[in-house]
């Protein structure tokens, strides 16, 4: 039996995780998904924001500006990107300015420092390419970029190398209560936990009722984006928004923590949870805001792109409760439930201290070291590495520069990767121009020989996405 199990591996279901492995109790963490950060961690902006949007006294105001306050040291300790390239919000208008000036006002009262509104000559100076329809924005400096899926391996891992434990592949189907607790049930497996905390994502209205419990529902909010290649990167060096709408944000455009430009997303509201489809028409939006925003948007340069789904909750708030004893909920973390994930994690410590007694471990490990370390060291520093390790004077994937040495040691550390996304999440092989048409094979046989299977039977992401079904002179006889 397990003290506490946590359904959902996303950014909140990690965070929480690597929190409570500070503490001696047994943590599980339980998803449906082959790896962790496969729902909305995976795919959204990166955005650390400011806290200026939230309304004031909802949990989103309170735990986004506590959780960007800490974003930085928390990365720092997980050898994790992080940027502080502040935020900006700008307008077109003098309706515009009204906006600007309510959202200056309410980060004021959510605790948000030096935040401001500039406009022509300092405009233009912070953001040269802005475009010149833009008379005025809202900056906070306070605002940084992460890599969102870097962060969510990171922490699942640190939780893992202190001791929790995660079980991948595991779709709660039946949650039984007990007079011990609760067994969560897939298929013929069993988990038994005296507490469970439901961070599932799209789905935690679907685990709620599984508990009884009906009191809020969760709908799939559509975003799509456009990825521009790393020379595109120093376009613009904040995170530049439109004024927002109750739909969202609106059509960003923002550097990366890894150099390149992302535009988008899209919002529409839906209730397919699993249609993740890019179109055409999203594609048009995201073309044509992001150009009104910044002059000389490179669209030929763009080298991929994505649609990920947000959790909206029917509250129009994070909906962080205890409906009965030892039942947790942290549902609805839409944005900005990035910023706020490590908040969100003391949290609901704070709520779980009320029900259990955590005492803190004498060997707790805080660091992890960085996945991306070799690739900034000196040329010094590589080469006495390569002397130990040859692995690391071959290079796989020439469009990120990423060596074979890398590669393992992501196979080989918590939470190991299973398949091409998997690796290409914790290295960016094959996120560069080629998108893996030259390094695939290669980080193929890797896998095969690291996790001593078929060459045949690794996947680009799980499931049945076959790469190949056998060698070239077998098939073709």
């Known amino acids: 039996m397990y003290d506490v199990a946590i359904i959902g ?3 909140v279901g990690a965070m929480i995780a690597r929190s409570l492995s500070r503490y001696d109790v047994t943590v599980c963490v339980v998803d449906k998904e082959h790896d962790v950060a496969m729902g909305a961690t995976k795919a959204n902006s990166a955005i650390v924001h400011a806290g200026f949007d939230a309304e004031c006294g909802t949990l989103k105001a309170l735990l986004n500006v506590r959780g960007a306050k800490m974003m930085g040291a928390l990365c720092e300790e997980l050898g994790v990107k992080y ?85 991948l592949g595991f779709s709660v189907e039946k949650i039984e209560s007990t007079d011990e607790g609760y067994v969560l049930s897939c298929g013929d497996e069993r988990i ?62 923002t550097p990366t923590v890894d150099g390149n430009l992302l535009l988008g997303p899209t919002s529409v509201d839906m209730e397919d949870k699993e249609d993740k489809c890019t179109t055409a028409e999203g594609f048009s939006k995201i073309i044509a805001e992001a150009c009104e925003n910044v002059d000389g948007i490179p669209m030929g340069k763009t080298i991929t792109s994505f649609c990920g789904l947000r ?37 609901v410590c704070d709520m779980l201290k009320k029900e259990m007694t955590l005492t803190e471990k004498s060997d707790f490990c805080a660091k992890r070291a960085p996945m991306h370390a070799f690739r900034e060291m000196s040329i010094q520093q590589k080469n006495e590495v390569i002397k130990k390790d040859p692995a690391y004077g071959k290079i796989i994937c020439r469009c990120e520069m990423v060596t074979e040495g890398e590669i393992l040691a992501a196979i080989r550390t918590n939470p190991k990767p299973h398949d091409l996304d998997g690796v290409k999440r914790r290295t960016r092989a094959q996120m560069g121009r080629c998108q893996g048409g030259f390094c695939s094979p290669y980080i193929v046989e890797l896998l095969a020989n690291e996790m001593n299977v078929p060459y045949e039977s690794v996947t680009k992401s799980g499931g049945t996405s076959i790469i190949n079904i056998g060698k070239t002179k077998e098939v073709l006889s």
Not at 112 to 141: F, H, M, T, W
Not at 323 to 341: D, M
């Open 9 to 11: 591996a996303g950014v």
């Open 311 to 347: 959790a909206t909750g029917s509250t129009g708030d994070f909906i962080i409760t205890a409906p009965r004893k030892g039942f947790i909920h942290v549902a609805g973390i839409e944005s900005p439930g990035l910023s706020a994930s490590p908040a969100i994690a003391e949290y």
């Open 192 to 253: 038994v936990s005296r507490i469970v905390i439901n961070a599932a994502g799209l789905y935690a209205d679907k685990i709620a009722q599984m508990v009884g419990d009906d009191t809020f529902h969760i709908h799939p909010r559509r975003g799509e984006y456009i990825l521009l290649d790393k020379e595109c990167g120093n376009l613009v060096s904040h995170t530049i928004f439109r004024t927002p709408s109750k739909m969202g944000k609106g059509i960003l455009v």
């Open 83 to 167: 940027r502080n390239n502040g935020s900006m919000v700008i307008g077109f208008d003098e309706e515009d300015r009204k906006t600007l000036q309510i959202l200056l006002e309410r980060g004021i009262q959510n605790g948000v420092e030096d935040l401001g509104i500039v406009e022509g000559k300092e405009l233009k100076e912070l953001e040269p390419n802005l475009s010149d329809r833009v008379q005025c924005a809202l900056y906070a400096p306070t605002a940084g970029i992460v890599c969102p899926y870097e962060l969510t391996v990171a922490a699942m891992g640190n939780a893992m190398d202190n001791g929790a434990d995660l079980r």
